[in-house]
């Protein structure tokens, strides 16, 4: 475990301390993570961010001033203030990214890319967060719909193409000023047209659609999924919200790992074989990982080792 971070396998070898899930539904999470034919989905949400020091952006830290005016991150991500504030928005968003760059996945996002490689194509995961972290920590990109969009993305704002871009490196620096430089100004506009290039995420005042953001997908694949992991949402924004509603539906397990009661908390625990966990994702994800099949199979190696 290089430089004390976490790396992809390093968490199924290690012996992690605290949790274990209460016996008499383990064995049925146990069994729908071993069968071939079940599906599993996993929803985070800004909580297992938290855990990796990345503050929600919804309180004063993510306030902004433009001019005499102080501005709500409700007011800032919107496509009217980008309308209205393109440069004012970039700089709030390029702030936001430094923080995102300075965490470190945790080991509930290494957890879930495990299960992403150990399950293939039965896995999805479905995430309201915009901060890498997943991707970083190995979340295949096909399998992983980012509902919310992701802040190292960009894409023109006339969208003269509706290609993604990669944000440029080189504004992925510690920030000395909250201002664009004259430098940075030249690299968010669009190569092709030379409008605006915006973040690609999903503001307050747009709607979910299919090509950017897995809307019909992601309902999709909540239509097929036997065991739904929520972890780290509250369930603020619709699509989550839908999400759990048609597994519930359909009689799908939902455990709810949150360190607090929420939205879906009756209905994870009124579901078949579900749960609401009191604890933290980088705790419990960990445990859940060590319930599939691969991860046992190597624990029972090492212990005749
Ligand atoms: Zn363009």
Redesign the pocket.
């Known amino acids: 475990m290089a430089g004390g971070r976490w790396q992809a396998g390093d968490i199924i070898h290690r012996h992690l301390p605290g949790y274990h899930l209460p016996p008499m539904f383990s064995a049925r999470i146990r069994q729908l993570l071993g069968d071939p034919g079940a599906r599993v989905t996993v929803l985070t949400g800004a909580g297992i961010s938290a855990e990796s020091g990345i503050p929600t952006f919804r309180g004063p830290e993510g306030y902004w001033t433009v001019g005499s005016s102080v501005y709500t991150p409700q007011e800032m991500a919107t496509l009217e203030m980008f309308n209205r504030h393109p440069e004012q928005v970039w700089g709030w968003y390029l702030y936001r990214f430094t923080v995102c760059l300075a965490a470190q996945p945790n080991a509930g996002h290494y957890a879930i890319a495990e299960m992403d490689r150990q399950l293939g194509d039965r896995f999805t995961l479905i995430t309201q967060n915009i901060d890498n972290l997943h991707i970083r920590a190995g979340n295949s990109t096909a399998r992983t719909f980012q509902i919310h969009g992701n802040i190292n993305l960009t894409r ?6 509706r290609e993604l871009q990669p944000l440029p490196e080189s504004l992925k620096v510690q920030r000395a000023s909250k201002e664009l430089a004259e430098s940075e100004y030249s690299l968010l506009h ?6 605006w ?1 915006r973040p690609h995420v999903l503001w307050f005042d747009e709607y979910y659609d299919e090509e950017f953001f897995r809307y019909e997908s992601s309902i999709s694949v909540a239509s097929a999924t036997d065991l739904l992991i929520i972890a780290g949402t509250s369930g603020a924004t619709t699509l989550p919200g839908q999400v759990v509603a048609v597994v519930y539906q359909r009689g799908g397990t939902i455990l709810d790992i949150n360190i607090e009661d929420n939205a879906f908390s009756e209905l994870a625990r009124s579901s078949p074989h579900g749960a609401a966990v009191r604890s933290s994702a980088a705790t419990v994800l960990p445990a859940l990982l060590a319930l599939c099949p691969e991860t046992e199979e190597r624990t029972a190696v090492r212990r005749r080792d």
């Open positions: 023109c704002a006339r969208e003269c193409t669009c190569p092709g047209c030379g409008a290039l």
